[in-house]
Nanobody, 122 residues
Framework: QVQLVESGGGLVQAGGSLRLSCAAS????????RGWFRQAPGKEREFVAR????????NYADSVKGRFTISRDNTKNTVYLQMNNLKPEDTAVYYC???????????????WGQGTQVTVSS
């Protein structure tokens, strides 16, 4: 099983920036796609961004396009989510995920991090 360890969450002011990190260990050979999801209170977990480990192709939710950037570091087996121009509506628990399919669906990601709280104040 792939193990994911997240870091970087916290409290920031609207318009500020934050970078989340997700380090993977274990059997990562089947985790061809890695992504970020978020879940606000009372809402379903929603897709934020994903990246292919083989092609570096990226995809973003419309709500974060132009503000968030997903990237990878092959040597560290780590995925990052750079969040700029944060808004109060970005407040949520953010989860790192890994899977074998090119998908934005929660059910297609088999490994998940513990989640990290991101709170954006106005």
């Amino acid at each position: 099983q792939v193990q994911l360890v997240e870091s970087g969450g916290g409290l920031v002011q609207a318009g500020g920036s934050l970078r989340l990190s997700c380090a993977a260990s274990g059997r990562t050979f089947s985790s061809l796609f890695r992504g970020w999801f978020r879940q606000a209170p009372g809402k379903e977990r929603e897709f934020v961004a994903r990246i292919s480990w083989t092609t570096y192709t990226t995809n973003y939710a419309d709500s974060v396009k132009g503000r968030f950037t997903i990237s990878r570091d092959n040597t560290k087996n780590t995925v990052y989510l750079q969040m700029n121009n944060l808004k109060p509506e970005d407040t949520a628990v953010y989860y790192c995920a890994a899977g074998r399919w090119e998908s934005s669906n929660v059910g297609d990601f088999s490994a998940w991090g513990q989640g990290t709280q991101v709170t954006v104040s106005s």
